[in-house]
């Protein structure tokens, strides 16, 4: 008897040790193998690039890497004949290894260009008291050459000598005067800098070669790969001796003379000087742009930009492709000008570097904005114009319209702006004579078609052109409001035709505008389009 209650003590006791036991286990977690590793303390660390210019004479050495003193100073005193050397070397104190040249870039040049009659030479290895250097090589030898060459930066024939960590290469740069100079050079002057050009050599290796820096180039030049048909056009951007961005070019695809080669853009300040006018006041600054590996024959526009000082006001800014002047847009906040070019050297930049940009005032919130497309059908159409508010064509003169645009204006905007006045604006920035415009426009089921006729216009001058077109009173408004146009108007055609070609290379510009009731010199541009007459359109 004692035993059975012992045995049912105990297995009472298993039961409740057991429920413990789930209890606990519902309050826990599993516990399964684990393990960890860890590689700590990787760092990444940028190699640096970095060649010093020493000048060596007999008193010493001198790293003149900025330096601002001249090595060939104005206290030499030039005549027919002479010859200067001077001792340089070329350090790489960097981490990496790379590849340089030297290059002598011409700054300033007097009145009589001095260039013709200056050359150098370059020995390499050549070291002061070894006397390397013992005479005048000879201005028809292929050691020497004319200290501009032409225009800009002047390579020598150092291209792409490699320079390792740690080496130092030295050579002697002689400057001679051409014994046959005559008495047009007394007097004269030129100014040159003596450069040392460094970029990457293809020498470290990365996880898959050597080959990822191959196209890497130097100060005032960039590289990229040749495009086939079909790829997307790439940028070529150029940075100066500082490391800045001095312009880029943009390589359309199927434009490379040989596919295997890749593109080289080089962008360098200019000494050429372009017959043309500036006016008084205006600055310039000369670009030689080159690219190679172009095909000969290329007709596709390359993309080019050159960089002159920022907030500067855009409309004193023009562009010459050698005596031409070439259409160019001013970014007053980044400082380049933009254009397109099938041909290179030189480009000139010409300013006020005394403007200043003066930006439009910014949209306040919900303004309206208007669509703006290019309306095809019109252009160069025979349709026959009628006339309105007394206005009529002009009797035997044509009225071809060279190009017509879509304004779409939206029905629901703020109810701020419903009462605002509304037109749209007209200007050419040249002056308008008799006869030499054509407008056309149609206002909802309106069809308004018109010379100029006695009516002119100085350049810049804006005409509002529903104000002037509608003289009469229609569903009697008299004074449009956004409302109104978009009411009455909705889609508004606009045309303008270049009569007996007299506007061509002129520029028309088609504003529409808002202005506020209560202070009319409160207005927005709420859309804008140009149009080149003979060339291209933009809307803004």
């Not at 046959?180 to 050009?197: C, H, P, Q, R």
């Not at 006020?352 to 949209?363: F, M, T």
Request: net charge negative.
């Amino acid at each position: 008897m004692k035993n059975a209650k012992t045995t049912k003590r105990a297995l009472i006791s298993s039961v409740i040790s057991l429920v413990i036991c789930f209890t606990m286990l519902l309050g826990s977690t599993f516990a399964w193998f684990t393990d960890s590793a860890i590689s700590s303390g990787n760092k990444i660390v940028t190699g640096n690039l970095d060649v010093e210019l020493w000048h060596h004479t007999e008193s010493g050495s001198t790293n003149i890497t900025a330096e601002t003193d001249p090595v060939f100073s104005g206290d030499i005193v030039w005549e027919p004949g002479k010859t200067e050397v001077a001792y340089f070397s070329i350090k790489n104190n960097g981490s990496l290894d790379l590849k340089y040249k030297v290059a002598v870039a011409v700054t300033e040049i007097s009145d009589h260009d001095l260039t013709e009659v200056m050359y150098y030479a370059i020995t390499p290895d050549a070291k002061i008291g070894t006397n390397e250097v013992t005479a005048w090589v000879g201005n028809d030898s292929d050691d020497a050459k004319r200290l501009n060459a032409g225009v800009g930066i002047t390579e020598t024939d150092a291209n792409d000598v490699t320079l390792l960590t740690g080496e130092e290469h030295f050579f002697a740069l002689s400057i001679h005067m051409d014994e046959a100079a005559t008495n047009k050079y007394m007097g004269e002057s030129i100014t040159f800098d003596i450069k040392v050009l460094a970029g990457q050599l293809a020498s470290e290796e990365d996880s898959f070669g050597k080959d990822y820096d191959k196209f890497a180039g130097y100060p005032g030049a960039g590289f990229a790969p040749a495009l086939a048909d079909g790829q997307v056009a790439v940028e070529i951007p150029v940075v100066g001796d500082g490391g800045d961005k001095v312009g880029s070019v943009m390589i359309p695809a199927g434009a490379a003379e040989d596919e295997t080669v890749g593109f080289t853009a080089k962008i360098s300040k200019s000494t050429y000087k372009g017959n043309f006018t500036v006016a008084a006041g205006m600055e310039t600054v000369v670009y030689d742009v080159s690219v190679t590996n172009l095909k000969a024959d290329n007709t596709a526009p390359v993309k080019a930009q050159l960089r002159i000082a920022a907030g500067l006001d855009p409309d004193t800014v023009k562009l010459y492709h050698y005596d031409t002047e070439i259409d160019c847009v001013y970014n007053p906040s980044t400082g380049y000008v933009t254009f397109e070019t099938t041909s290179f050297s030189p480009f000139t930049v010409v300013f006020d570097a005394d403007s200043e940009y003066v930006p439009a005032p910014a949209l306040p919130e919900n303004v309206p904005t208007a669509n703006v497309t290019y309306y095809p059908d019109w252009v160069g159409a025979d349709i026959e114009w009628g006339n309105f508010g007394g206005f009529a064509p002009t009797e035997g003169k044509e009225a071809v319209i060279d190009a017509a645009f879509v304004f779409e204006c939206p029905a629901e905007v703020d109810e701020a702006y419903k009462n605002w006045l509304c037109d749209f604006y007209v200007s050419l920035d040249q002056d308008l004579g008799e006869n030499e415009i054509f407008l056309a426009g149609q206002y909802g089921d309106y069809l308004v078609g018109f010379h100029n006729g006695e009516l002119t216009l100085e350049a810049g001058t804006e005409l509002p052109l529903l104000g002037a077109a509608i003289s009469g009173n229609i569903d009697g408004i008299t004074n449009w409001t956004y409302a109104d146009v978009e009411s009455f108007v909705g889609t508004f055609i606009c045309g303008v035709g270049n009569v007996e070609d007299s506007l061509t290379g002129a520029t028309f510009t088609v504003a529409l505008r808002l202005i506020n009731p209560d202070n009319t010199s409160e207005y927005y541009d709420v859309n804008v389009v140009t149009y080149t007459f003979g060339g291209s359109y933009e809307i803004k």
